[in-house]
């Protein structure tokens, strides 16, 4: 059983591209989280989903942010027109339910590292 | 509003134990857990508290205050490859994200 996916483990963009981070979760997962990590900091919620609802994006920015996870295929987040502030690493995890803190319900992938030059 | 706290960074020595505090305050509270980090690489669950008390497992055990709200992780027999951040996070209900500290390095010395 594989475990959490993301692609690609490092993208490397110029101020003004558009970024597309995916997250494949563990087989038998339905809910999907988006966090980002700066250096030497904590990891930061962004946008939780179940297939097809955002159900809290509390964290995400207004602006340029956006997610989906579609019926078929893996969670997409899109960072439109980057700037030098959002190079930090963006770490998805999965669950098979909404019990997020039972045991080990949650499980991250190996993260995606966005540098924008 | 909710804050975690949590200390920066914890020195200790190879084969001692350690124990890492969290303090947290936030509008409701399911549960505690607690994930570790390498350097560059993805967090792994270690622990969970939803009642008061120690839960152990191996080396590493969790602690719970609700009342006090406050929790720790401790290590013991501390090895090499505990070096590491160490993340408390809060689930305040049972359909809500989790809320992470901004994590403890735990620097371990031969």
């Known amino acids: 059983n594989a475990g959490v996916m993301q692609n690609p483990r490092h993208l490397v963009r110029r101020r003004g591209q558009e970024a597309r981070l995916r997250c494949s979760p563990m087989?038998?997962?339905?809910?999907v989280y988006w966090y980002r990590q700066l250096p030497e900091e904590g990891l930061k919620f962004m946008v939780y989903?179940?297939?097809?609802?955002?159900?809290?994006e509390s964290g995400m920015p207004k602006e340029r942010f956006s997610a989906e996870f579609p019926k078929e295929g893996p969670s997409i987040l899109r960072i439109q027109q980057v700037v030098r502030g959002d190079s930090a690493a963006y770490f998805c995890?999965?669950?098979?339910?909404?019990?997020?803190?039972?045991?080990?319900?949650?499980?991250f992938g190996p993260g995606t590292r966005l540098t924008v030059l | 509003g909710q804050s975690l706290e949590q200390p920066s960074e914890v020195t200790a020595v190879e084969g001692a134990i350690v124990q890492i505090n969290c303090t947290y305050q936030?509008?409701?509270?399911?549960?505690l857990s607690w994930y570790q980090q390498h350097d560059g690489g993805a967090p792994t669950f270690l622990s969970y508290?939803?009642?008061?008390g120690l839960e152990e497992t191996g080396r590493f055990s969790s602690f719970l205050s609700r009342s006090d709200s406050y929790g720790y992780l401790l290590l013991q027999e501390l090895q090499m490859k505990d070096s590491a951040s160490y993340f408390c996070?809060?689930?305040?209900?049972?359909?809500?994200?989790?809320?992470f500290g901004k994590g403890t390095r735990l620097h371990i010395l031969p």
């Open positions: 995890a999965s669950s098979r339910n909404e019990l997020a803190g039972d045991t080990d319900t949650q499980y």
């Open positions: 087989k038998g997962h339905s809910h």
């Open positions: 989903l179940q297939k097809e609802n955002i159900i809290d």
């Open positions: 936030t509008s409701g509270f399911y549960g």
């Open positions: 508290n939803a009642l008061d």
């Open positions: 996070a809060v689930i305040r209900n049972r359909d809500d994200k989790i809320i």
